[in-house]
């Protein structure tokens, strides 16, 4: 279910809090993630600007808690690319990019919420463990491929994962945001990725997605 698209929600049927969310992501696809206050959000529901403290201490909790979902959102998209790998590796490594731009094609509220909200990723708790769970899934891959890697020189996962992490974040927000922010590009960007990917992975020593690894 795409967050963006479906108009304004008021607060009708006793469920402030996810009327609080809509109402966020509403507002963050048309100013942006800085560009309204708590008193905007809590107006934009339908409720006095006292109701959003019954569930959030204050805007910034509310935004933690749009970024929360969004990374719940998308470490289940990349869960489900990964598959556990199969049927190979290097095709479901390359399957996490396409899901990753995916996502942010697709919800690029929540996408902006994720990245762009200026929270310190330590400043909630709910909101750390669901950016690791996304990065989790990220590094299991980069382990998977870099144990096709010859023991010796092989490349820590961590950073495998944080190399594609940064190419895939850099061309999502650059080239594949569903929302007036992304550039024009004369390929798509899963175009972009693959190829980027391509070559990360032949600089690895993969890029025929031939296992080469061992003791």
């Not at 100013?31 to 206050?37: I, R, S």
């Not at 529901?45 to 935004?63: I, T």
């Not at 961590?158 to 927000?173: C, D, F, P, Q, R």
Request: proline letters at 6%; hydrophobic letters at 45%.
């Amino acid at each position: 279910m795409s967050w963006h698209g479906h108009g304004r929600r008021g607060y009708h049927h006793g469920n402030l809090r996810e009327a609080l969310i809509r109402a966020a992501l509403e507002l963050i696809g048309q100013k942006g993630p800085a560009g309204f206050t708590f008193a905007d959000a809590a107006r934009a529901a339908g409720v006095s600007s006292a109701a959003p403290y019954r569930h959030f201490r204050d805007r910034d909790a509310l935004m933690a808690d749009v970024a929360r979902r969004g990374f719940d959102r998308l470490a289940d998209d990349l869960a489900i690319a990964w598959d556990e790998g199969r049927p190979e590796p290097v095709g479901a490594f390359e399957r996490l990019g396409r899901a990753y731009l995916s996502f942010a094609r697709r919800e690029p509220a929540l996408y902006a919420a994720m990245f762009e909200a200026g929270l310190p990723p330590d400043a909630d708790q709910e909101l750390r463990q669901a950016g690791e769970r996304a990065f989790e899934v990220l590094r299991g891959a980069a382990e998977s491929i870099a144990a096709l890697l010859p023991k010796q020189g092989r490349p820590p996962a961590s950073m495998v994962a944080l190399h594609i992490w940064s190419l895939s974040h850099g061309i999502a927000s650059l080239f594949a945001r569903g929302d007036a922010a992304r550039r024009k590009l004369p390929m798509s960007p899963e175009e972009l990725l693959e190829a980027g990917v391509l070559v990360y992975l032949q600089g690895l020593g993969l890029g025929d997605g031939k296992r080469r690894g061992g003791p």
